[in-house]
Nanobody, 125 residues
Framework: QVQLVESGGGLVQAGGSLRLSCAAS????????MGWFRQAPGKEREFVAA????????YYGDSVKGRFTISRDNAKNTVYLQMNSLKPEDTAVYSC??????????????????WGQGTQVTVSS
């Protein structure tokens, strides 16, 4: 089992920044991808960003490209999501996820094996 715990969410004004963290513990596998998804009330879960084990390759959803940056520190088993220029439409519960199988597309939630409980991000206008 792998446990994922997110932190860093909160309330911020439009144009501000937040950094989310996701710490992994338990049975940690080498060479797994990490992703961030978000879900706003009444909306489907949306892909935000993903990163490979080495950190050499990252992926971003169109709505956050150029504003968000995903990174990871494998020594700490932690992945980060730096969110800049936040907009009210970024308001959602943000969840991190671990993909151990590496067999599916990073864009789809079904590709991921473990999920955190989520952290609320609220951006006021």
């Amino acid at each position: 089992q792998v446990q994922l715990v997110e932190s860093g969410g909160g309330l911020v004004q439009a144009g501000g920044s937040l950094r989310l963290s996701c710490a992994a513990s338990g049975r940690i596998f080498v060479n797994y991808r990490m992703g961030w998804f978000r879900q706003a009330p009444g909306k489907e879960r949306e892909f935000v960003a993903a990163i490979t084990w080495s950190g050499a390759t990252s992926y971003y959803g169109d709505s956050v490209k150029g504003r968000f940056t995903i990174s990871r520190d494998n020594a700490k088993n932690t992945v980060y999501l730096q969110m800049n220029s936040l907009k009210p439409e970024d308001t959602a519960v943000y969840s991190c996820a671990a993909d151990l199988r590496l067999s599916g597309s990073v864009w789809y939630p079904t590709s991921y094996d473990y999920w955190g409980q989520g952290t609320q991000v609220t951006v006021s206008s």
